[in-house]
């Protein structure tokens, strides 16, 4: 089992850049693929990029893909994503999940945190 804890939202100016971290508990973090997703006012949830448990692999969604990179530290048990170019359309509440399976479905993420916000003003 894993927990996870979401940090590194705030206030932004368009083109401008922040990166969030997600640090997990848990013995066995390295084993999970890690996910970024965000969920805006009145949206679904909507999946940004994964890594896999080694880091050797990712993927991202078109909407980011070029502006956002997902990295991790498994010695710090810590997932990252840095976000560059942001736009006022980013601006949503950022989770961070975690799997066992990969490439991961979204239902396949079980475990969740409870998000931070990110707010890109024009």
């Known amino acids: 089992q894993v927990q996870v804890v979401e940090s590194g939202g705030g206030l932004v100016q368009a083109g401008g850049s922040l990166r969030l971290s997600c640090a997990a508990s848990?013995?066995?973090?390295?084993?999970?693929?890690m996910g970024w997703f965000r969920q805006a006012p009145g949206k679904e949830r909507q999946f940004l990029a994964a890594?896999?448990?080694?880091?050797?692999?990712?993927y991202y969604s078109d909407s980011v893909k070029g502006r956002f990179t997902i990295s991790r530290d498994n010695a710090k048990n810590t997932v990252y994503l840095q976000m560059n170019s942001l736009k006022p359309e980013d601006t949503a509440v950022y989770y961070c999940?975690?799997?066992?399976?990969?490439?991961?479905?979204?239902?396949?993420?079980?475990?969740w945190g409870q998000g931070t916000q990110v707010t890109v003003s024009s």
């Open positions: 848990g013995r066995t973090f390295s084993r999970y693929t």
């Open positions: 890594i896999i448990w080694s880091g050797s692999s990712t």
């Open positions: 999940a975690a799997s066992s399976s990969w490439p991961a479905r979204y239902y396949e993420y079980g475990y």
